[in-house]
């Protein structure tokens, strides 16, 4: 039996780093099956962070992105119509790199972190690329995407009761996805998983519990150890603290930013808690009405977000650190828009503060507030006067 910490150790497992090989961009893609990529390559919204984060060259080697999410625009189809989610969307991680994805609800958060995995109801039409490790997951056969779930990329949901199936044994639960994917005897996979449990801080007499015999929390460290059960190169986390209390949930987002930096696995984190991103991850993007509004380093665009609706996020949030600094929580009036009649120009400009005529008619995707920090704000050279002058990174938008 390979030990969990021996599995560490392996040089094998360690962050994988590539030879050259040509960027994704560099040449024609054939388009995938299931997956029109309807928008020309010139109007298509570059990653954010992708060009700026391209692979670098180490000794002769680069990093391939451990996910890139190109151009991702999602439309569910349902009772009520069309309803599109997500407006394209550029997205790009290197191996273990943590971003925070933040918005209020129902800006499309979910749908981008259940289309990584595919897991969007049928009939959701899905355009652009998911890449994982360089793989479009969007353009995969169903005998290749069960091999990528849980070993390339696996997820965790909020609730895990409802995730945990009530008539087995936490070890035997945790073990199922090794026995599928490694093909391990059963006994095997559950010593794995008894060890996997001691990494999450739970005890190993409780590998023969129910689900309904844990805590919320324990039930949630359950899910964490799952998910790291085939040491997947990325984890996307959606709310996945969020029903626990602040103590059980600063322990669970310790321990979860501990593994990922140790085994340097990529992490999207979704939240509705800006703080709880800022202090979790490196990177924080903000979504509004199913676009990016805002993306750069976490608690610099916590502190002072450049678009007046990241602003107005960080604003409902107490400051994290320290407690000198820390500001009156405040709210944002009205709602966010249905996501089948968004308002003209920039969706955000009915409820900005400092909305300029222009702002109804003229669409804004994201700009260089600085050389890792973007903004989708017509006014974001107001907001950072005291930096070089921004470069519109896209051409107009859908
Ligand atoms: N299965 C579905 N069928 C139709 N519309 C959906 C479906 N799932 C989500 N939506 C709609 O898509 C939009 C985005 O929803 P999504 O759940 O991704 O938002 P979210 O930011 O994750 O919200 P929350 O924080 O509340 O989970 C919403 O308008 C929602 O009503």
């Excluded at 962070?49 to 180490?58: K, Q, S």
């Excluded at 897991?119 to 959701?124: D, V």
């Excluded at 005998?143 to 044994?169: C, D, E, T, Y």
Aim: hydrophobic residues 40%; neutral net charge.
């Amino acid at each position: 039996m390979v030990h969990a910490a021996a599995r560490l150790r392996d040089p094998r497992r360690r962050p994988r780093v590539h030879p050259v090989r040509a960027r994704h961009g560099d040449r024609p893609q054939p388009p995938a099956a299931g997956c029109a990529v309807t928008t020309d390559a010139t109007e298509r919204e570059p990653a954010p962070g992708a060009d700026d984060r391209a692979p670098e060259p180490r000794g002769g080697s680069t990093v391939r992105p451990t996910l890139q999410i190109e151009d991702l625009r999602i439309t569910y189809r349902g009772s009520r119509g069309e309803i599109p989610a997500v407006r394209g969307i550029s997205l790009s991680l290197d191996p273990g790199d943590t971003l925070g994805l933040a918005g209020e609800s129902g800006c499309g958060k979910s749908t981008v972190a259940a289309a990584v995995l595919r897991l969007l109801p049928p009939g959701t039409e899905v355009t652009g690329r998911i890449l994982l490790d360089g793989e479009d997951i969007l353009a995969m056969s169903f005998g290749k995407l069960r091999a990528v779930r849980w070993a390339g990329a696996s997820i965790v949901f909020q609730g895990a009761m409802h995730s945990l199936n009530p008539v087995h044994r936490i070890a035997r639960q945790i073990a199922e996805p090794i026995v599928l994917h490694e093909g391990v005897s059963r006994a095997a996979a559950e010593a794995r998983a008894v060890e996997l449990m001691s990494q999450v801080g739970l005890p190993a007499w409780r590998a023969t519990s129910y689900p309904h015999e844990l805590s919320g929390g324990q039930r949630q460290r359950v899910m964490i150890a799952m998910a790291l059960a085939c040491s997947p190169q990325l984890i996307v986390a959606d709310e996945a603290t969020t029903a626990l209390d602040v103590m059980i949930q600063a322990q669970v987002l310790r321990l979860l930013k501990q593994l990922v930096t140790e085994r340097h696995i990529a992490l999207v984190m979704i939240s509705h808690d800006l703080s709880v991103l800022a202090d979790t991850c490196e990177r924080l993007a903000v979504m509004y009405a199913g676009r990016l509004v805002e993306h750069g380093p976490s608690r610099e665009v916590f502190a002072g977000a450049r678009h007046p609706y990241a602003q107005a996020l960080s604003a409902a949030f107490p400051t994290v650190g320290d407690p000198a600094e820390r500001r009156n929580p405040q709210g944002l009036a009205g709602d966010p828009p249905d996501p089948s009649d968004l308002p003209t120009g920039c969706s955000f400009h009915p409820r900005c503060p400092v909305v300029m005529d222009e702002c109804a008619t003229t669409p804004v995707t994201l700009r260089a507030a600085r050389e890792d920090w973007q903004a989708a704000c017509l006014r974001v050279e107001d907001t950072a006067a005291d930096l070089p002058a921004p470069t519109l990174l896209t051409k107009g938008d859908a």
